[in-house]
């Protein structure tokens, strides 16, 4: 014990070493001298890169090191969660990453396939304290015995599934099983599929893999950002920490319904609506409603133009010709409408011409090409003509085209248009969501799919740059010119940066000069990533996949054209009306046969005494239903209660679990144990809110508060050391079949009613009066 405390001190030392290195980098970097776009491109890379070796350090400080691994040919590793070396000139290696091939033997060595170990330790710290040692005997020759040896070589990870819930995931680097870490480190091609059911670590799995890859293809990955998609914003806040523990920072967390820059989807849809919207005949309806704004004008009634030349006659067979040649472009809506505009105004100057230019006597036109250009010039100036342009083919924004699809949606069977129609303000007239509210996540991938069809014409904002990229060479050019032309000029009139650059000016030429003018963007990829919509993300994590829609998945392959996923679900827990099922129906259309699937069969979270309660739940509707198999028992026995007044019912019981728990408002921050849910149908919510005062509720509760209010949506992923949940027969099946696997010591439910549902059987059943 001595020795590993020896060496867990020394790793700390080196650690505030190479941090206070980092900071005192930092420090030297702000005050750098000089204001010139080049000192300060210096500065922000260095502080990027600096700040963000820092985070990395302090991220590690926790757990620094876990393992050590003792080698048969005498080799001797400690294990950590970041790599760390000596600073000597060998820069000899004090701990190995967890990542590192190395770094194997650790998670997969057995009795059986030792690996070329001889023994494998564990190290448990508190702080920078060393509490516990566990020693694996790998090599059954070896006579040295240290009197840490176990018999059990599970006995890390039970001790950590045991473990009281913090209201925060934890990261599993010490304890990651051969299965998981097989899927952490799987070759990075294509769609990896990890299935599982609750508590099997689908979600932490998926995350160490993304730590993993960022490791090992960091320069990729750093370059083009990995995304995570989770269900909601609660469970963002759950894994939140994780990434960091590991020291990766770099990483953009969010839900479906953040994937479009500058729209918050806060409304709500019904069910219903949000299967109509997250359907795949979206797509087309939305392509046919673009088409339907590309219109003609009557064939008896052309629009008329002034003109002080006489009037101008926009009829539909002009119309109808630049359309035809619009579309023959291939490009998105407002792509296109340029060329449309061409077509018009060409269409126009030729009648124009026709008219003025006439030979009374029959010969050709009078105008010449340059009367003729200055007719056209003066045709597209007007403000007339780009009205009626605008009239047969506007220039729309995805928030535009989607708000009038909504208000009339056209092109979807009567049911599902009445299901999904809202009045343009917002208001839903069919119950489509919305209700003043704004944008639902159903609308999310609608959107996307606009700005997909209508693409984004930027050729004024092009113009402008170039414009003012030619101002800034003529400019630079200007003071290289007086560089040339007077030796003897007075650098102190001219600004600092073009002073450096005189100095040297034989190096630099103008077109040199304006782009150290220019502004860098110096964001992070995650940050840069966060606000384009067009970015391609080298990675995607999706958390829950089985719940999105076919419209969402257009969406995210949109965002990855590589296809390298990782995709974490169990179909047994899907409850969104517009999942799309199976993983063959979700991936075949977009990958082909790219896709791999693997499944994780252990149930690490759940108890068993919870399990069977649980499993009934899915085998009611398919007996040969079989739950991931639970490794751990409590001894604690689920129970039911039912009760003719709910609120009061749930408030007792919860303060009977706190003062079970020893937990009390604020203790967690002192490392107290204990966190309790509450899961209930969200009509229930506002009267148990009432009663849980010191309970955190909402969109965005606060999971580390000792007690927690949610829906069963909201608890997806998530873990509690207690759980209650009520009035189960107003859950669906898959809502009350996650709720019930949620928690990892003891579960209750209270229910109104006369039966529970689902066959569902207590060993311990009360009734309250």
């Known amino acids: 014990m001595r020795n590993e405390q020896e060496f867990i001190d020394l790793l700390h030392e080196r650690l505030t070493e190479l941090r206070d290195g980092a900071e005192e980098a930092v420090r030297e970097v702000l005050p750098v001298e000089g204001n010139s776009h080049q000192a300060r491109l210096e500065r922000e890379v260095l502080v990027a890169e600096r700040s963000g070796l820092l985070a ?4 590690g400080e926790s757990g620094l090191c876990f393992g050590r691994l003792a080698f048969q040919d005498g080799r001797d590793h400690h294990i950590g969660r970041i790599g760390m070396r000596r600073d000597d000139p060998d820069r000899t290696p004090l701990v190995v990453d967890w990542r590192a091939d190395v770094a194997r033997p650790f998670y997969l060595a057995t009795g059986h396939t030792p690996m070329g170990l001889r023994r494998r330790r564990h190290i448990t710290t508190q702080g920078r304290q060393v509490t516990a040692l566990h020693d694996e005997l790998m ?6 015995r240290t009197g840490h040896e176990g018999s059990d070589a599970d006995a890390v990870l039970l001790a950590s599934l045991d473990a009281a819930r913090t209201g925060r995931m934890h990261d599993i680097v010490q304890t990651i099983q051969a299965e998981q870490d097989r899927i952490i480190r799987a070759p990075h091609r294509g769609i990896l599929v990890v299935e599982g059911g609750p508590g099997t670590g689908k979600t932490v799995v998926a995350l160490h893999r993304a730590a993993y890859l960022l490791y090992a293809h960091r320069e990729l990955l750093a370059r083009r950002a990995v995304l995570i998609v989770g269900p909601n914003p609660a469970f963002l806040g759950y894994i939140a920490e994780v990434l960091p523990s590991l020291g990766e920072t770099g990483v953009l967390l969010a839900t479906p319904g953040d994937l479009f820059p500058g729209v918050t989807a806060t409304g709500a849809d019904t069910a219903r609506a949000a299967e109509v919207k997250g359907g795949a005949a979206m797509a087309d309806a939305l392509a046919r409603f673009v088409r339907d704004r590309q219109a003609l004008p009557p064939f008896d009634e052309p629009i008329v133009i002034d003109h002080e030349d006489g009037e101008l006659l926009l009829d539909a067979d002009i119309a109808s010709d630049a359309r035809h040649a619009a579309r023959a472009t291939s490009l998105p809506h407002n792509l296109a409408r340029p060329h449309f505009a061409f077509h018009v105004i060409d269409a126009l100057t030729a009648q124009l011409t026709d008219r003025i230019g006439a030979d009374p006597y029959g ?3 009078l105008l010449g090409p340059d009367d003729t250009a200055m007719l056209g010039k003066a045709i597209a100036a007007s403000a007339e003509v780009h009205a009626a342009i605008a009239e047969l083919w506007p220039s729309l924004t995805p928030e535009e085209l989607v708000a009038d699809f909504l208000a009339e949606p056209v092109h979807l069977e009567e049911g599902d248009a009445e299901a999904i129609r809202r009045s343009r303000d917002g208001g839903s007239d069919g119950g489509g969501g919305g209700g003043g509210q704004g944008w639902t996540p159903a609308d999310v991938p609608l959107l996307d799919e606009a700005a997909e069809l209508l693409g984004d014409d930027d050729s004024a904002a092009r113009a402008a740059a170039e414009a003012e990229q030619q101002e ?4 630079a050019q200007g003071v290289l010119d007086l560089s040339h032309g007077s030796r003897t000029y007075e650098f102190e ?10 100095a040297a000016h034989d190096l630099v030429d103008a077109e040199r000069l304006a782009e150290r003018q220019e502004e860098a963007d110096h964001r992070s990829a995650a940050e840069r990533a966060a606000a384009d919509r067009t970015w391609a993300f080298g990675h995607i994590i999706v958390d829950e996949a089985q719940e999105l829609s076919a419209m969402m998945w257009r969406l995210l392959m949109r965002r990855c054209p590589t296809r390298s996923m990782t995709l974490v679900g169990d179909p047994a827990q899907a409850a969104e009306p517009g999942g ?4 063959e129906a979700i991936l075949t259309p977009h990958a082909g046969d790219r896709w791999k699937r693997v499944r994780l069969g ?3 979270r759940t108890p068993t005494e919870i399990m069977e309660i649980a499993a009934a739940v899915p085998r009611a509707a398919d007996p040969s239903f079989e739950p991931p198999r639970s490794i751990r028992s409590t001894g604690v026995r689920p129970w039911a209660q039912r009760t003719g007044d709910l609120a009061r019912a749930v408030a007792e019981t919860v303060e009977k679990e706190v003062e079970k728990e020893g937990v009390r408002e604020g203790d967690a921050d002192q490392g107290a144990s204990g966190h309790l849910a509450v899961i209930a149908p969200l009509g229930r919510h506002a009267e148990l809110a009432a009663a849980l005062p010191q309970a955190s509720a909402g969109r965005s509760p606060d ?4 007690v927690v209010l949610l829906g069963p949506r909201q608890a997806k992923g998530l873990e509690f050391d207690s759980v209650i949940v009520v009035e189960p027969e107003e859950f669906g099946a898959s809502d009350l079949y996650v709720a019930l696997t949620r928690a990892t010591q003891r579960l209750g439910v209270i229910y109104t009613g006369g039966e529970l549902p689902m066959g569902l059987e207590f060993p311990v059943m009360t009734t309250m009066t």
């Open 139 to 144: 090599d059954l020759t070896d006579t040295v």
């Open 602 to 604: 252990v149930n690490y």
């Open 580 to 583: 799309c099922g199976s993983w």
């Open 703 to 706: 999971l580390t508060r000792p």
């Open 56 to 59: 990395a350090f302090n991220a």
């Open 472 to 475: 800034r060479i003529a400019y």
């Open 363 to 365: 010969g050709p036109n």
């Open 493 to 502: 009139d001219l600004d600092e940066e073009d002073s450096e650059v005189l």
